[in-house]
């Protein structure tokens, strides 16, 4: 059974930084692709980063390239998504997933198969 748990949000005023985790267990991860995804109040939830665990291959929303970096960690099947200058228009929950799809990266949730239950990100101005 495939577990995705995230942890790391919280408050902090704009232009600070938050580092999130997410702990994967369950399968091997080799071939999967791993996403962060957030979902603000009323709004749909919308692609936020992916790496491709074999080749750490990233990818980006334009609105967070060049503030927000995602990166994984082999040994502890973890993936971080790290969060710098914050603004408030990033406040959403935001959600591990993962794709087992070998071929391509989503930027769909539809495409992804497994989900963590989120964690909160409030960002103040």
């Known amino acids: 059974q495939v577990q995705l748990v995230e942890s790391g949000g919280g408050l902090v005023q704009a232009g600070g930084s938050l580092r999130l985790s997410c702990a994967a267990s369950g399968r091997t991860f080799s071939s999967y692709a791993m996403g962060w995804f957030r979902q603000a109040p009323g709004a749909e939830r919308e692609f936020v980063a992916a790496?491709?665990?074999?080749?750490?291959?990233?990818y980006y929303k334009d609105s967070v390239k060049g503030r927000f970096t995602i990166s994984r960690d082999n040994a502890k099947t973890t993936v971080y998504l790290q969060m710098n200058s914050l603004r408030p228009e990033d406040t959403a929950v935001y959600y591990c997933?993962?794709?087992?799809?070998?071929?391509?990266?989503?930027?769909?949730?539809?495409?992804?198969?497994?989900w963590g239950h989120g964690t909160q990100v409030t960002v103040s101005s």
């Open positions: 997933a993962a794709d087992r799809n070998p071929y391509s990266i989503g930027r769909l949730p539809a495409q992804y198969d497994y």
């Open positions: 790496i491709r665990w074999s080749s750490g291959n990233t």
